[in-house]
């Protein structure tokens, strides 16, 4: 079963805008990831944030954390056609299997 | 550094066939992980190895689907027979510890007909 769920499953944006993904999830985790795949790069891990942590930054990404709503958010500033990509969240609910549970993804579109 | 090396790429079988495949994970990384991704969907963990002891194979088709790695480096991942749902990319992934990100290779894309 799916743990985590993208919301929307699609965006289609104007390069230079900004990007917001949502992703939900069901259990408690003990780290939450994002990854970006498309048909270039394959699978490429993005973010990784612990249950502790609420907000983290990699150069032109944000991803915040609420562990009280099960939530998780990626944001993508000023976007550029590279980002067009489908971003999946992951979870680790920890317990010594690490395994990711992954969603079905957001499908995102840069349009120039 | 080298990434994780996956052959074959391709792959086409016949339904009942047997097919495997062969997953190098990057340098001394002692966690490797077979995922299956069906089209549209997000990966789906199939089996996790510490070294060469299996971690969690729960989702683990065991009536079909076998998993080695010996020696604590490469792994094969057989499927035998194969079924038509068996047609998806089989993603193979490594990491530096348990709770650590995940570098996955390029996949192998299997079509069963």
């Known amino acids: 079963s799916q743990q985590g769920e993208e919301d929307p499953q699609a965006l289609s944006i104007q390069e230079g805008e900004n990007a917001t993904m949502n992703c939900s999830y069901k259990t408690s985790i003990n780290n939450l990831q994002w990854y970006r795949q498309n048909s270039g790069r394959g699978l490429v891990h993005l973010i990784l944030i612990r249950s502790n942590e609420r907000e983290k930054h990699s150069g032109r990404l944000r991803v915040t954390l609420d562990t009280s709503k099960k939530s998780s958010s990626l944001l993508i500033t000023a976007s550029r056609a590279a980002d067009t990509a489908s971003y999946f969240c992951a979870t680790d609910v920890g317990g010594g299997a690490d395994g990711l549970t992954f969603g079905k993804g957001t499908h995102l579109i840069i349009q120039p | 550094e080298a990434g994780v090396a996956q052959s074959p790429r391709y792959k086409i079988i016949e339904k009942r066939q047997s097919v495997a495949f062969w997953c190098n994970p990057i340098?001394?990384?002692?966690?490797l992980y077979w995922y299956q991704q069906i089209l549209g969907q997000g990966p789906k963990l199939l089996i996790q190895?510490?070294?060469?002891?299996?971690?969690?194979d729960s989702q683990l088709p065991k009536d079909r689907f076998s998993a080695e790695r010996l020696k604590g480096v490469d792994s094969t991942l057989k499927i035998q027979p194969a079924k038509l749902e068996d047609s998806a990319v089989y993603l193979c992934?490594?990491?530096?510890?348990?709770?650590?990100?995940?570098?996955f290779g390029p996949g192998t894309r299997l079509t069963v007909t």
């Open positions: 190895f510490q070294n060469n002891g299996v971690v969690d």
């Open positions: 992934a490594s990491s530096l510890a348990q709770g650590r990100e995940q570098y």
């Open positions: 340098s001394g990384h002692a966690t």
